[in-house]
């Protein structure tokens, strides 16, 4: 049971709809009743695929599908070896995808794992302590500092209570939270009454009335928007995926024509004929090419993982090199999720503070000068010092912190002043509340006065001041220059902290609320959660790569569009937030997504609804983030990339990538591998097809002539497999081309072979084709044995390869550059080649298995004459379209 608008009910209207007492809660039986109709509080587990159907999905390909209805006919025409040889290349395919593929998806049993094991609840008139997924929608629960919040509460009771919502909401303080009810359609950020299942009670105490349990809360939520996400298919995936439809369409097509014409126009028997065309269909299935993705993607992971960036799932390895927008969560991604102090205002200055996050260096700046012994500066750190309950600290090499973020963050900026302790020997002080808004200490100052240092709102503390704090004494408070002040900082996105004191305090004399009035006000502290310098360099060179950068967050729009500007995001000007994209429909938010680039108060169901418009335009779209909120957008973009160091589980299972140093910038190095990935990938395939295509053409071209086939299907796959083993392989070793992060992302209508692709593949496969066909003819009509012939034609196939490989290694640009012994791969690649291939001349099992004979050095030499023609020929039709032609 929940209702979107208990944070919008009185306690007494809650009573009554709940049917409950706030002072008894419920009755055993009552309990009972509730866990019958609304379940218990937990969440569903899903489903996980089982091995054995991970394992059986591997076959599930067009082109495999063909390649096993080939092993059969072979089989029932009692054509073992090729049997078992089609059979093998399946296999091993089949066995590599399936023992690469990532973890079945665990994000929903990180989410279950963030429910509070147990809840003190008041049931039958007394308190107990009870398994947190007994509780029901009224129950009442008792919340303390330390615990984890066990189901969705509307508070009724308070006291200095604050939550740390952050990765639920974004929010990178600990909220204060309060019983007071708020406007219907408030934003969750803005639900001060309400405090949400699996967030942290940081401070106080308080009691609140459970009004949603399990899925119903917004926990819960988050967890069926996840269920509910389709995984969007990698663009790699889906073009291959593409690819081997209209290829097998082909290969089924012209394997069907030629058989007709084999039968009806050729003297081939249908044995022969079935032979030949099972060779046909053989050699135009490029059998290599999901081995080779696989290895070239697994490379990929490495080189990622070397640059902080984790994998999880190979096929993401390509897709940060295609995307065309990032959406990034602020809090702990484009920011450090350390808040710190960066500004003092002071009646007569303003000063700058050095230093970001906890790390207790940095100095206090007027201008370009350190500041030292500075009156005013001293007693505001005292005042700072004497009110704080922090404490920062290192922890394996990091400064860590206890106690609030806002405390640390001014604990740190006193050290960097040089104030470390104060005389704070009277004990008597007034503890923060959300209901006066400031904390109060007596102390003993360095100048030996007795004074009630206060911190606090400075609006609460400035209604409380008659005067203001000078270098040398005080004057008449000027309340129009601190307002001033407080708007100037408060636009440049930085949270307004105050201090003052009162003075003339007696030693014996004790303290209360009454005493804080006449304050001299010393003045502001201006602390924000800083942007990192890393991510201000990283979203530069993501739009230099033409990469949109959007931040989507739960905090306000001022800070929002303060800490996107510094990063460079957006125009400076334009920020919208939830509650506007509440009342947006789809096909507006599709507009809204085109011309706004931040985007503040944003709710899970914001960010999954920002993610999808922007898919919907067409654009590829990467998500960032570290918190539960982030989950069901970082599953539903086509990569989601989550914070290793302060992500939670859920995101992190959720994302397919996993930034290890929760550096944003490490994003632009993923790009970066990810468009060399894509940019191997396509070399392998250029490298690869017209091996199939010249194979293809020798079939064709001895059924159309009708003569006996110049190489057999297991000769193919021999040729298919070692080629694709050792030559395409280099491939995935080449370096990042120069200019790669200048390019414009590969969109969604990108095609995977163009023009010229198309063309080269033709081109070579006619010269391949050419070479082995010719040669074989050459040598029958010499009066050369059957197998002699064949074995010179696939040497020829094979020095065609190795020869062309040289120019696979760049695009356009010619094989004899400079970068030609940059991968040594290739070489080792040449050198496991020459073996393989010698064994297949002249080992006598090779001969039986392959129907092949030992050659001579002429032989040798007339097949590698033949083969390098294809160098030479593509040297020069480079050439040809470098200066002719743009490149396609």
Known sequence: MSSPNYHNLCVQEIEKKLSISTKEGLSSKE??????????????????????????LQFHNVLIYILLAAAVITALMDHW????????????????GFVQEGKAEEALEGIRAMLSLQAIVRRDGHWSDIPAEDLVPGDIVRLKAGDKVPADLRLFQVNDLRAEEAALTGESIAVEKNTDTVEENAVLGDRKSICYSGTTITFGEGKGIVIATGLQTELGKINQMMAGVKKITTP??????????????????????????????????????????????VASIPEGLPAIMTITLAIGVQRMASRNAIIRRLPSVETLGAVEVICSDKTGTLTRNEMTAQKIVTAEKIFRVEGVGYKPEGKIMEDDQEVKDDPCINHLL????????????????????????????????????????????????????????YAAKKIRTSQSEIVIAVTGAPDNLLQKASRQYLKNGSEELDIRYWENQIEELATKGLRVLGAAVKTNIQENSKIGHSDIEGLT???????????????IEAVEACRKAGVQVKMI??????????????????DGVKVITGVE????????LREIVKSYDVYARTSPEHKLRLVTAIQANGLRCAMTGDGVNDAPALKKADIGVAMGIKGTEVSKEAAEMVLADDNFASIVHAIEEGRTVYDNIRKSLLFMLPTNGGEALVIIAAILMGITMPITPAQILWVNMVTAVTLALALAFEPTEPGIMERKPMGKKSKLLGGIFLWRITFVSIIIAGGAMGLFLYLKNGGAEEELARTIAVNALVAGQLFYLFNCRTLDQSALGKNFFKNPYVFYAISALLLLQLMFVYAPFMNTFFGTQPLNLYQWTLSTLVGSIVFFAVEIEKWVLRTYFKKD
């Open 236 to 281: 790699l995936l889906a073009q291959i995926e593409n690819f081997g439809k209209w290829l097998s369409v082909i290969i089924v097509a012209v394997s069907t024509l030629f058989f007709a014409l084999g039968y009806f126009f050729r003297d081939y028997e249908i044995a022969e004929l079935f032979l030949a065309v099972i060779g046909l269909i």
């Open 31 to 56: 309990a009972a009743e509730r866990i019958e109709k609304h379940g218990r509080n937990e969440l569903p587990q899903a489903p996980k695929t089982p091995a054995w159907k991970r394992l059986l």
């Open 521 to 535: 006000f010393i003045g502001l502290i201006g602390i924000m959660d800083p942007p990192r310098e890393e991510a």
């Open 553 to 570: 967050t739960g905090d306000h729009a001022q800070t929002a569009l303060a800490i996107a500007k510094t990063l460079g995001i957006g």
């Open 382 to 437: 005292e005042v700072l010092m004497a009110t704080n309950n922090a404490d920062v600290f290192q922890e394996e090499g990091e400064w860590a912190i206890s106690g609030s973020p806002t405390e640390a963050a001014l604990r740190v900026l006193c050290i960097k002043g040089g104030v470390t302790e104060v005389d704070d020997s009277f004990e008597q002080g007034i503890p923060f509340s959300s209901e006066h808004k």
């Open 81 to 96: 070896i090729d049997t078992w040889v089609i059979l093998g290349v399946v296999l091993v395919n089949a066995w590599i």
């Open 581 to 588: 994209l509440e009342e947006k429909t789809d096909e507006e």
